[in-house]
């Protein structure tokens, strides 16, 4: 026997919602399987009313799925994943940070491309060391680049620490 579809202008939005949702996997993660965006995040759409107008609104899933549970996000606030699974919309493995606890988490978790984990980086976190060590011995910065076949500016911005600042 199959099942009755229900006509979506008769679901609420939070039963809409929770159909997109994959059974909870072994991470505890609930997937969702509803549109994305480009960068991986599920994609959701939510009727808004204002001045007696309705129209539909695009926000991102695990966002909706943590105001469900939790209420709204403080302005400026970011909804983070504890599992790091852009896909996961399970309040439990979210968090509400600031764009630099975003980026300290996932600093953390060495989920950045810093350095060599850029996979377009010509260099490694050896041979950093190894030019910073040939300036302080006197090569110029211009001879440096020629050898490595990178710009003057760019042996600039590495020996003096503004680049590769995590290559002690």
């Known amino acids: 026997m199959s099942q009755k579809r229900i006509p979506r202008n008769k679901l609420s939005t939070s039963e809409r ?15 969702w399987i509803g549109n994305k965006y480009w960068d991986g995040y599920g994609k959701f759409h939510v009727r808004e009313i204002s001045n007696n107008i309705s129209f539909w609104k695009t926000v991102r899933a695990h966002r909706y799925a943590w105001e469900l549970k939790n209420g709204p996000i403080p302005k400026g606030l970011y909804v983070c994943h504890k599992c790091d699974n852009p896909l996961c919309v399970n309040p439990d493995h979210m968090f509400l940070g600031t764009q630099k606890n975003n980026l300290e988490d996932m600093a953390s978790k ?12 010509k260099l490694t976190d050896e041979d950093i060391r190894i ?24 042996i600039g911005l590495i020996v003096t620490n503004q680049t590769w600042k995590h290559v002690k």
Request: proline share 4%; with cysteine; charged share 20%.
């Open 131 to 154: 030019i910073r060590e040939m300036y302080k011995n006197g090569y110029t910065q211009q001879s440096i680049a020629n050898i490595y076949s990178l710009s003057r500016s760019n």
């Open 17 to 31: 919602f929770f159909q997109k949702i994959a059974p909870v996997d072994k991470n505890g993660c609930m997937l």
């Open 110 to 121: 060495k989920r950045s491309t810093i350095g060599c984990r850029n996979p377009m980086s």
